[in-house]
């Protein structure tokens, strides 16, 4: 009973288990990029980059039909276009980076929806805004596969400089120069990642398996290594959640992901160990040292 | 040899001077306390030394020295204390010079960090994260971070700033073993006694150089009326500096 459940769809459809492999690979490399967003106070920045790849992809759309690889290539061109501007223009007239970024994927989505309404055809957007991971192709599993392996390996290579330009990033600019390149490898890890995920997600919700796992660490750990440890496992959780709760249920798969991670925000909200509200209400008595 | 070369420098922000045309050198191994009112140009001198603010005029030289062979303690470090990092890992930021993106932090390494540590009295601090310091043990890690640097070049923006007696001493006792290490350090202060006591060199400075030489000399009630004296506003309608000119013309 309980196996037909929680296993059986997965050793009966393939479908099932392929999106359960591409869930498993975007908690793997989305996650670690969410808690480095929270941690740099760019959670809305995840969001803002969100809006910037839909009108590329909506291009690459119009230009080839339903052809993930053209519409992954159209986001990925708007999305850096927009994170490299932004982040060049923000460093070099000391521009706020949100506000650089704000103009720069308002420029964006308008851009792409005049290009849209100048094509005049009546396209449907439906799969593009919110993903369908229970029709993944293997080339489009491979590709999802490819980009959290790059992800992996570029935060692996940028993991100090990333690390101590968060915590204090003058004591950076004064040992080394790879603050600039490493925040701009960063934004680019962010882009391709929301690529990554608006294929199973969608564009508008792409975002929340990288953030809200981010956000449940918090509660759960004051260590860095811990915090994505647990945002990586929070977010496999979520997404195996989410596609059984779908599988039983009629509620499609994206939302389903992310209604299970938002309940495990909630709990972790309440009951998380760091900073958690019923942890503040009844903390104990007051300790000796 | 000169660990500092001042070719006519002048630093500032948007055009407007901060630091006006100084000259002069700094010996290797110097101990050199900069004073001055506030808005002085004191902090601007030392973000030009350490390279994070380009001179708009004249230049300064390192005496061969390389960027990273020179450590930096800012005023107000824009550090982000809610960040999830022990003292231990940032302390450790600090042996960048070696291990830079891949090194490895060997046994020998973790040996430095903890010395470091204990030699600003935060033993047994090694495992908290850096938000719950106060202030006073938060200014002890940058000192161990800057211990750990090891650089020859130690650049100190008014490291005593709301830190307590004890805390005090015992980061002056360290800025003492650097000078005896035969390190140059140069450190913007505002406590007279302290300079008086523990700084053989002084340089006054009121956007201009006012006076620098032996402490004892320069320490004078008459040059410290004069850099009081020092207008802060800057003019938004002054004209391009022409002291250039005259200087090149005299030569």
């Known amino acids: ?289 | 040899m000169a660990a500092l070369h001042f070719h006519n420098v002048t630093l500032g922000y948007d055009r407007h001077p901060a630091v006006h045309h100084l000259s002069g050198e700094v010996a290797r191994g110097a101990l050199v306390a900069v004073i001055g009112p506030n808005g002085a140009g004191k902090s601007t001198l030392l973000r030009g030394i350490v390279g994070i603010l380009k001179p708009l005029d004249g230049s300064i030289h390192l005496g061969g020295l390389d960027a990273r062979d020179v450590a930096y303690l800012p005023q107000s470090a824009e550090i982000d204390r809610s960040f999830p990092i022990s003292v231990f890992d940032f302390v450790g930021t600090g042996l960048w010079r070696a291990t830079s993106l891949f090194g490895g932090i060997g046994k020998a390494a973790r040996g430095k960090i903890l010395r470091a540590i204990a030699s600003v009295g935060l033993n047994g601090f090694e495992n908290r994260p850096i938000g719950t310091l106060s202030g006073g043990q938060m200014q002890r890690v940058l000192f161990a971070r800057v211990l750990l640097q090891d650089a020859s070049l130690i650049v100190l923006d008014e490291p005593f700033n709301a830190i307590d007696a004890k805390t005090t001493a015992d980061l002056l006792a360290l800025v003492k073993q650097w000078h005896n290490e035969g390190r140059t350090v140069l450190a913007a202060l505002h406590d007279m006694e302290m300079v008086r006591n523990h700084f053989s060199e002084t340089l006054v400075l009121a956007r201009g150089p006012v006076a620098w030489g032996p402490t004892a000399d320069v320490l004078t009630p008459e040059n410290l009326l004069v850099a009081m004296r020092m207008c802060e506003a800057f003019d938004d309608s002054a004209a391009a500096c022409a002291a250039d000119d005259i200087s090149s013309r005299a030569a």
């Open chain 1, 1 to 289: 009973m309980l196996y037909d459940a929680l296993i059986g769809p997965f050793t009966e459809f393939e479908f099932m288990r392929r999106a359960l492999a591409a869930v498993i690979a975007l908690a793997l490399a989305g996650a670690p990029i969410g808690v480095f967003l929270m941690l740099r106070r760019m959670s809305l920045v995840g969001d803002a980059m969100a809006h910037a790849i839909l009108p590329g992809a909506a291009v690459g759309f119009l230009l080839s039909g339903l052809n993930l690889f053209a519409m992954t290539a159209g986001g990925l061109i708007a999305g850096f276009a927009v994170a490299i501007l932004a982040g060049v223009v923000a460093r070099s007239t000391g521009l706020k980076e949100d506000a650089s970024l704000a103009t720069f994927y308002l420029a964006s989505l308008a851009l792409g929806v005049t290009i849209v309404s100048i094509k005049g055809t009546n396209i449907d957007l439906l799969h593009v805004l919110f993903g369908n991971i229970l029709a993944m192709d293997d080339q489009t599993l491979l590709v999802v596969a490819f980009n959290a392996t790059v992800t992996l390996l570029v935060l692996a290579v940028i993991y100090r400089p990333l690390v101590i330009e968060s915590v204090d990033p003058l004591f950076l600019r004064t040992v080394s120069r790879a603050g600039g390149p490493a925040h701009l490898a960063f934004l680019a890890l962010v882009v391709i990642n929301l690529v990554n995920g608006f294929q199973a997600l969608g564009t508008l919700l792409a975002v929340g398996l990288m953030i809200l796992p981010a956000g449940i660490a918090r509660f759960w750990s004051r260590d860095l290594t811990a915090m994505i440890c647990i945002a990586v496992v929070a977010a496999a959780i979520s997404g195996y959640a989410g596609l059984v709760l779908s599988f039983q249920t009629r509620v499609p798969s994206g939302p389903a992901i992310i209604l299970v991670a938002t309940v495990i925000y909630v709990v972790s909200v309440l009951f998380g160990r760091v900073g958690g509200i019923v942890r503040q209400l009844f903390p104990g008595r007051h300790l000796e040292a």
